[in-house]
């Protein structure tokens, strides 16, 4: 088994959809991300992306990790070390 996990999608039962309370919310996100991370989907898709659409995906979430991960964090977390 590798060092990734995306269990959440494989158990999630519960209303996916966005604006109504703030846990959907987050579950919601936690879904989606864990759906657009699934490599046959990103084999399409990543192709397709815009130089820009790329550009804009790696800054945000490199701008989200810096902002909410400690340096351990990132590295435990992220990077997997």
């Known amino acids: 088994m590798g060092i990734h996990s995306h269990n959440f999608v ?3 039962s519960d209303l996916v959809g966005f604006g109504m309370d ?3 919310d987050e579950n919601t996100i936690q879904y989606y ?3 657009f ?3 046959k989907l990103m084999e399409k898709l990543i192709g397709r992306l ?3 659409e790329l550009s804009e995906i790696f800054f945000m979430i490199t ?3 810096k902002k909410h991960l400690s340096e351990a964090e ?3 977390l ?3 070390d």
């Open 37 to 39: 991370s699934d490599d």
């Open 63 to 65: 701008k989200i990790m």
């Open 78 to 80: 992220f990077l997997k």
């Open 50 to 52: 815009s130089d820009e």
């Open 10 to 12: 494989e158990t999630y």
């Open 74 to 76: 990132y590295h435990q």
């Open 33 to 35: 991300l864990q759906k």
């Open 22 to 24: 703030r846990k959907t």
